[in-house]
């Protein structure tokens, strides 16, 4: 069973970047799937933020994509998330997740998700 | 707003059926995933490819998919199905997935 926990900063000041730690246990990265990352701003919905593959290739949502860098590291099992230039627009629960992707990864679902970390915005 | 419409509440009471509906643009082409969240937890998978169950889950959980809109279909309901739902898929005009504005499922 994979599983996934976030950690990094709760507070993060306007303009400054956000980074995040997603460590991975059950699974090795280096192996296959896709890794992403899900925002959910309080009291509203998820908002995909982008997604990664072992091999490098990257997607991620228009809006962010000049902020946003999801890199991995395999040595530690890790998947990161940096979001520069942040707004309090930008505060959320961030969520990392394992993305299944079978033979179309446009047809692809999270099946596995991390407890959340809340990322707050403020100075 | 998002692309998929999503009913902001359902309300059923105890032992009865409640349907999710999530609308979009024939979305009945697109392969749609549903994810129940409850108050402070991290969503949950409970439905894939619009009627394929993820193991764990109640076989009370089902899926259909046609037209411009899916459905999640939950039978014989029970406190313990109290959440949010969100539907999921990818959205060839905005280029990323997208999720549902979500269902507050209240069961009375």
């Known amino acids: 069973q994979v599983q996934l926990r976030e950690s990094g900063p709760g507070l993060v000041k306007p303009s400054e970047t956000l980074s995040l730690t997603c460590t991975v246990s059950g699974y090795s990265i280096r192996s296959g799937y896709y890794w992403g990352w899900i925002r959910q701003p309080p009291g509203k919905g998820l908002e995909w933020i982008g997604s990664?593959?072992?091999?490098?290739?990257?997607y991620s949502t228009p809006s962010l994509r000049s902020r946003l860098t999801i890199s991995l590291d395999t040595s530690k099992n890790q998947v990161s998330l940096k979001l520069s230039s942040v707004t309090a627009a930008d505060t959320a629960v961030y969520y990392c997740?394992?993305?299944?992707?079978?033979?179309?990864?446009?047809?692809?679902?999270?099946?596995?998700w991390g407890q959340g970390t809340l990322v707050t915005v403020s100075s | 707003s998002s692309v998929l419409t999503q009913p902001p509440s359902v309300s059923v009471a105890p032992g009865k059926t409640a349907r999710i509906t999530c609308g979009g643009n024939n979305i009945g082409s697109n392969s749609v995933h549903w994810y129940q969240q409850k108050p402070g937890q991290a969503p949950v998978l409970v439905m894939y490819y619009h009627s394929d169950r993820p193991s764990g889950i109640p076989e009370r959980f089902s899926g259909s998919n046609s037209g411009n809109t899916a459905t999640l279909t939950i039978s014989r309901v029970e406190a313990g199905d109290e959440a949010d739902y969100y539907c999921?898929?990818?959205?060839?005009?905005?280029?990323?997935?997208?999720f549902g504005g979500g269902t507050k499922l209240t069961v009375l």
């Open positions: 990664m593959y072992h091999s490098g290739s990257t």
């Open positions: 997740a394992s993305f299944y992707c079978g033979g179309d990864c446009y047809s692809g679902y999270f099946d596995n």
């Open positions: 999921q898929l990818w959205d060839t005009s905005s280029d990323r997935w997208v």
